[in-house]
């Protein structure tokens, strides 16, 4: 009897502190720091639960189906809001948004390219979010997967306000799940209610010329909505140079040089041809080609619309004869593969 009563008082207790390291390996729950007892300024608020739906993925990819957000880790980004309006930009609020980042949710759903037979590369893939209302909003396969920091942009389901020490001023708080892009200056791509995921390729077709060499172009034509509607053959005098210090480094070939670049923000070269419009921030893109077939996408938020200062250059370099005259550099991003030479065309399109 007395063994019988010794295992099952064993089996209790390891049944109790196999309970407790299960307890304690949890994360915490996250709570309001009232007295700034630490140096974190994003945990003084309390967290807004955000009204949330469920999300549809499909388009140019495997598996399409309902994404299953119990599975994706969380993450937060800090955003301050302000839109677009014909009298001005107006602020909206300053906030914290926790929730799912599209890298996390799109990242089991491989890419299956329409157009993989002519033209394999992914960076001519772009991403649409969009609510049944109606609204959506455009992202670049680029700026989902190669900028330098990930994470930027989430389906938030949990709100908190970052509220000013002095003045207190609480902004108005979100009420429902909102898709949130953390690098944009104007947030009008923040839609709110996403139901939907689709995966596209650029339709647009070119002419592809595997291993031309040399490539050039001198220079390049502007289309907008299909028009040509500029001819660009030297950078504008009018227009001051950046200059970038840069580790160059491709996903496939790796590390190509520590030299940097000069040219200029290819959005003033390009701000005659779209006005910076909540409508062009949603759904406007852009498609840039190279001499040889070779393309890439942009969203026109990440090339007008950012408030990192790491600007897409445009850098003419005549003297070189392979790969000149003109050539994209994409600051923002941590793989090379969109730093585009021997451009050829840039094309502005509406979803």
Not at 145 to 174: C, G, N, Q
């Amino acid at each position: 009897m007395k063994k019988i009563l010794f295992l099952i008082a064993a089996v209790v207790m390891f049944g109790c502190q196999n309970q407790q390291q299960t307890d304690t390996s949890a994360p915490p729950q996250q709570q309001r720091d009232t007295t700034d007892a630490t140096n974190n300024f994003y945990d003084n608020e309390d967290v807004h639960a955000l009204q949330t739906n469920t999300v549809a993925i499909s388009g140019e990819i495997a598996n399409p189906g309902t994404i299953d957000f119990s599975a994706l880790p969380k993450r937060s980004i800090i955003v301050k809001e302000a839109l677009p309006s014909d009298t001005g930009n107006y602020f909206v609020g300053a906030y914290r948004y926790d929730g799912y980042s599209l890298f996390d949710i799109i990242n089991t759903h491989y890419p299956q390219k329409a157009n993989q037979e002519v033209f394999s590369p992914i960076i001519d893939l772009y991403v649409v979010v969009s609510n049944d209302r109606g609204d959506s909003a455009v992202f670049s396969w680029g700026e989902i997967y190669y900028p330098t920091h990930l994470h930027d942009i989430i389906l938030a389901t949990d709100v908190m306000r970052i509220v000013p020490s002095k003045t207190h001023e609480l902004w108005t708080l979100p009420e429902k799940a909102k898709m949130v892009a953390g690098a944009d200056l104007l947030t009008a791509r923040n839609i709110e209610s996403p139901s939907k995921i689709t995966v596209r390729s650029a339709a647009r077709e070119f002419e592809v010329e595997k291993g031309m060499s040399p490539m050039y172009s001198d220079l390049f034509e502007v289309y907008v909505d299909g028009a040509k509607t500029k001819t660009i053959k030297t950078l504008p005098s009018d227009i001051d140079p950046l200059t970038y210090e840069a580790i160059f480094y491709g996903r496939g070939r790796g590390i190509h040089s520590t030299t940097p670049f000069t040219g200029a923000p290819l959005k003033k070269v390009l701000a005659d041809q779209w006005p910076l419009t909540a409508k062009n921030i949603q759904q406007a893109y852009l498609i840039v080609a190279a001499r040889d077939g070779f393309r890439g996408v942009f969203t026109f938020s990440e090339v007008f619309n950012r408030n990192d200062q790491s600007e897409v250059l445009l850098i003419h370099a005549p003297e070189e004869t392979d790969g000149g005259a003109f050539r994209l550099f994409p600051a923002g991003d941590f793989f090379s593969d969109r730093a585009i030479k021997s451009v050829s065309s840039i094309w502005f399109e509406h979803l």
